[in-house]
């Protein structure tokens, strides 16, 4: 009769401690995850600072040799995308870097391949987590500024909407006839397992920070 409840008591004591063993699992990997970020946040802001420096010499050499040597100046590019978005008043400030992989946006913002990049026509097209980066933008509003600072020129937007979508509307990640900036993340930001929608941000060029036009 006093077999159960000791077979009770260990099978209780090995669920514990199986549960300890996974939760610290789970705290560990979360805390890699966001040390992990941090630090390719701040080397893929490096990096920027770098492409600034060195698109800024090559103006320089450029602009210092005769227009008729000028095409001859060896300058070098750099294949790999990477940029700041930043929008003040909800507190965003992310690093974005090329492509939407998984591990891309562990990391920071993905820019959608594809899609227009800042400064060229079309439709420019970024995509984060809801539960990392892009969760400020649960607090987003009309008229909030926005600036994507890039190697070759800050460049400035202004929200004029958004809007939650099914998963499946790629319509958004189109170009419509006008120059614009997307910004992807799932919906809604609160939800628990993969989110069944997209929150959407349409946000419109501007020549640079501005106070939003009266209705």
Known sequence: ??????????????LESALWFV??????????TAIDA???????????????IRTNAATDTAASVPTEQADKVPV???????????????????MVLEGVGSRTLRVGLGHLPGTSRPGQPGNVVLAGHRDTFFRP??????????????????????????????????????????????????YPFSYIGPAPKRFIVHAEPVLGPETCPSS
């Open 1 to 14: 009769m006093t077999s159960v409840p000791i077979h009770l008591r260990k099978s209780l004591s090995w």
């Open 23 to 32: 939760s610290c699992c789970l705290l560990g990997y979360c805390g890699f």
């Open 38 to 52: 941090s630090l390719m946040q701040a080397k893929l802001a490096r990096s920027l600072e770098q492409s600034r």
């Open 76 to 94: 070098q590019s750099d294949t790999g995308f990477v940029a700041r978005l930043e929008i003040p008043r909800v507190g965003l400030s992310a």
């Open 137 to 186: 933008l649960g607090r987003i509003g009309k008229c909030d500024d926005v600036s994507l600072n890039t190697a070759a020129g800050n460049y400035h937007y202004r929200v004029r909407s958004f809007e939650v979508v099914d998963p499946h509307d790629v319509n958004q990640l189109t170009y419509h006839g006008k120059d614009e900036l997307t910004l992807v993340t799932c």
